[in-house]
């Protein structure tokens, strides 16, 4: 079908280190985006994490009105908004819309249990894209598919529980709830106050999407061949889709999709994933940053150029375990550098780390498709780190199938677009809209003696690290939590 290119969509991409927001075309093309930095969490007593005072709302009207200044067209062109924004997350919300308390991340342990009630100032408890939907429209609306943990939601049905004895079990009051919708559904209209705060235009309809990982699978044109997504964000994560409904896996599990009876498989992932990589770069010292900065490139631009230059795949021996960030069922776990020489630098470092993010999702993308009894074709890598070189061809001569990287890599933002595209009736299903909508910019293919060398260190050297350190780990916990 055909579409007219001056019609426009502005996709809100909310994650846990920052929010962008973009502007596309109906083509798919990115006409201009602006992202905003979070500030830090705040993490504090037992197990707590917060986004501080109201920082998620705060930084979509920065991100939205820097966005739409950016944008040279004409804003009565504009037809929808996209709303995303991360899940596993709870937002606690007074009777006048505002917040009662900062919203809990999902690394806040208070997230592993339903709702308790403290605060009679509470008035409603939702998600973060409950919450942004109240602020953009007023409505008290969420997508169903951003109900990922502690909620009475029936799996099946993907509604609030009707029996009152397993509803009551998760002690939210039903009228604390928000009603549900599916995704690529209106929520509502901006409105007045949204729009003088945001710079949206008022009377704008604001969709829903889904889970931020389902929208992410949509936005990088995952389809139900083999195809992989790797999505490199604070929490890294791989996934596929499906339209079943599945319960009873060991590998992996069933998230509701971003396209109603679509539904997102996703496998084991690694908690402060990309963060790992900050901090390694952190610990590397200004002198990086002052390098890069001289060559009109990022930190870790530069060091994906460096590291290609002057290391090798495998890094010597070095290999690095990303458990910074330990489960709340297994709080022994440490992250490990193992396999250090002397010949070992800052780049032996870097490539390690990278290395090992890739190893350890690969040992998660094959247990699941084990477990699918189907074959990886591919995988596609979204996400900032997928503008590294190396880090691309590392995951492609790791997985040994090629690894593809799309025009526009943050595709929770183009998930976002292509939902609003569906609710607007703009194409007639989601396989038209990404073939409309995503667009490859390049492959990396595997190197064959690479492909080798990583199976080999893989199969008989990095699987075998967790069982070998586990019971070390679990005495070193006991002394340390006993201080």
Not at 68 to 78: E, P, Q, S
Request: with cysteine; hydrophobic share 40%.
């Amino acid at each position: 079908m055909s579409t007219v290119q001056t019609k426009y969509i502005i996709a809100i991409d909310g994650g846990t280190q920052s929010t962008k927001v973009a502007l596309f075309d109906l083509e798919g093309h990115q006409i201009c985006s602006h992202t905003v930095k979070l500030r830090p969490m705040d993490l504090y007593g037992d197990n707590r994490a917060e986004h501080p005072d109201d920082d998620l709302w705060d930084s979509l009207k920065v991100a939205c009105q820097a966005a739409l200044g950016m944008f040279d067209g004409d804003a009565g062109d504009i037809v929808g908004v996209g709303l995303g924004s991360i899940r596993c997350c709870r937002a606690l919300i007074r009777e006048d819309g505002n917040l009662a308390s900062p919203v809990q991340n999902w690394m806040d342990m208070r997230l592993s249990r339903p709702y308790e009630h403290e605060d009679d100032a509470v008035r409603w408890v939702t998600t973060t894209t409950g919450y942004l939907t109240h602020r953009l429209t007023g409505e008290t609306k969420d997508t169903r598919a951003n109900y990922v943990g502690p909620w009475p939601i029936d799996p099946v049905t993907l509604d609030w529980y009707e029996d009152a004895e397993t509803f009551a079990s998760f002690t939210t009051p039903r009228e604390m709830l928000f009603d549900l919708v599916d995704p690529c559904t209106i929520l509502g209209q901006v409105t007045a106050a949204a729009s003088a705060a945001t710079g949206i235009p008022e009377g704008l309809p604001v969709v829903a999407t889904a889970n931020d990982k389902a929208v992410e699978g949509l936005g990088a044109g995952i389809v139900n061949d083999g195809s992989v997504l790797v999505s490199l964000g604070t929490y890294i994560a791989s996934m596929m889709v499906g339209d079943e409904n599945r319960f009873d896996m060991a590998s992996y599990f069933s998230n509701p999709g971003a396209v109603a009876g679509q539904f997102l498989y996703e496998s084991g992932g690694i908690r402060r994933g990309m963060s790992t990589v900050t901090w390694v770069m952190d610990v590397m010292g200004d002198d990086v940053v002052r390098e890069a900065a001289e060559r009109g490139m990022s930190r870790e631009a530069w060091l994906n150029q460096r590291a290609a230059e002057e290391t090798t795949a495998g890094s010597d021996g070095l290999m690095t375990i990303l458990n910074w960030l330990a489960p709340p069922t297994r709080p022994h776990e440490r992250g490990m550098m193992i396999g250090f020489n002397g010949t070992h630098g800052r780049m032996h470092m870097f490539r390690s780390t990278l290395e090992g993010i890739a190893m350890t999702m690969k040992n998660h993308v094959q247990a699941m498709c084990d477990e699918r009894e189907v074959d990886p074709t591919r995988i596609v890598i979204s996400g900032g780190g997928s503008n590294g070189e190396l880090f691309m061809q590392i995951f492609a001569d790791v997985f040994g199938v090629p690894a593809y990287r799309n025009e526009v890599n943050g595709s929770a933002s183009m998930g976002a677009a292509i939902c609003t595209a569906l609710a607007l009736g703009i194409y007639k299903d989601w396989i038209e809209a990404i073939d409309n909508m995503v667009r490859l910019r390049d492959v990396f293919h595997p190197i064959p003696e690479n492909v080798a060398l990583y199976g080999d260190i893989n199969e008989r050297v990095y699987k075998h690290f967790a069982p070998q350190t586990d019971a070390v780990l679990k005495a070193s916990h006991e002394v340390f939590s006993n201080r």
